[in-house]
């Protein structure tokens, strides 16, 4: 940046070395020339040392021989102060104020980007926090949970995932993914998110039933989001230890690490979330042994521009046979351990321990 403001004042004849340049921007440092610069809005020059220090006596400097203080204006008024000093004494002509007017109107422009995509960012990581959930504390099982998103600056995406807690040691796991990785598919996803986690808490219903009720609304409320979505329940049975129920809208599938290291992939699958009103749904089941691990995650953890799915999903279940698993925690991180910065897609990840002692 430097250099490329360097050039531009040589090039319309400023002879200033951008490193004399100076901004203070609202909340920094201030002083009496910054002062009565923005409190009268209008630019001051000083063509030799003694003018200025005669204005402004604590601006006696003799290393600063010539300086131009020009408000920054921006849409909602005085945002800063942009500061240019010389070692030599110097008269202004009208070009060279014109271009000074101009400098201070594109750093004004450029601090009020700056200042807006902060925001942005701001809101995006609270509405990403606020949109992923907080893991339950259940007895007996262990969860873990891991989101990283496509977009390194605003942090937000269509991935989501859920846990939700019932009687009896039941729990329902979500993994889900709407079309998109920004703010709005956030928005979107939060809907649907929303909608199911509240269908969960309401009743005790098979999850394709949960995935009918979610996509009614779906179709039912604007627009229809398309998504794809896991619902599955772990439910304990005393004549046969653990149960897994779950259907599937067009998603990943789930894959089960058996207590010897071995891993299946749930199959079974229906049509995405948004495509087609009251589309056919159905609830798998199979018996989970005790000391189990069930990973849900979205496509982004498998699925490479260099690729295909399949060849993701063989690389990931080379990385979960060498990960660490001590911690449930430690074993989804390594499984994302090895995937660069050039991933174009969100990552969910959601997983449950059963105990062994079952």
């Not at 271009?99 to 925001?119: F, S």
């Not at 309401?202 to 996509?215: F, I, N, Q, V």
Request: proline share 5%; with cysteine.
């Amino acid at each position: 940046m430097a250099d490329v403001m360097d050039a531009v004042l040589q090039l319309r004849g400023l002879a200033l070395d951008a490193s004399r340049l100076g901004v203070v921007v609202g909340g920094s440092r201030s002083d009496p020339l910054t002062e009565q610069t923005i409190r009268e809005r209008r630019t001051f020059y000083f063509t030799d040392g003694a003018e200025l220090a005669a204005a402004f006596p604590s601006e006696a400097n003799p290393d600063l021989q010539a300086a131009a203080c020009v408000p920054l204006v921006g849409t909602t008024g005085i945002i800063g102060v942009l500061r240019l000093r010389w070692d030599a004494p110097r008269t202004f002509y009208v070009a060279e104020r014109a271009v000074i007017a101009t400098l201070a109107t594109y750093i004004a422009q450029a601090l009020e980007r700056a200042h807006r995509l902060d925001a942005r960012i701001g809101v995006a990581n609270t509405l990403q926090e606020a949109i992923l959930s907080r893991l339950p504390a259940v007895e007996r099982y262990e969860l873990a949970a891991h989101y990283l998103p496509a977009d390194r600056q605003e942090k937000v995406g269509g991935d989501w995932y859920d846990a939700v807690a019932g009687r009896n040691g039941q729990l329902t796991m979500v993994i889900g993914d709407v079309v998109g990785h920004d703010i709005a598919a956030a928005a979107r996803m939060g809907q649907l998110r929303s909608m199911l986690r509240a269908y969960i808490v309401d009743r005790r219903e098979p999850p394709s039933a949960l995935l009918r009720r979610l996509d009614a609304a779906n179709h039912s409320l604007g627009e229809p989001t398309i998504a794809t979505a896991v619902v599955a329940v772990i439910e304990t049975r005393a004549s046969d230890g653990y149960r897994l129920r779950w259907s599937n809208a067009g998603h990943p599938p789930p894959l089960v690490i058996h207590p010897d290291g071995t891993m299946q992939s749930l199959t079974g699958n229906d049509l995405l979330l948004g495509v087609r009103r009251f589309a056919p749904r159905h609830t798998w089941t199979m018996p989970l042994a005790s000391g189990s691990t069930v990973l849900f995650h979205t496509d982004g953890l498998v699925e490479r521009s260099s690729g295909a799915a399949g060849d993701g999903t063989a690389h990931l279940h080379r990385r979960l046979r060498t990960a660490r698993r001590t911690r449930l925690q430690d074993l989804i991180e390594d499984a994302v351990a090895d995937i660069g910065a050039d991933r174009t897609d969100d990552i969910a990840m959601l997983a449950v321990r059963l105990p062994a002692d079952r």
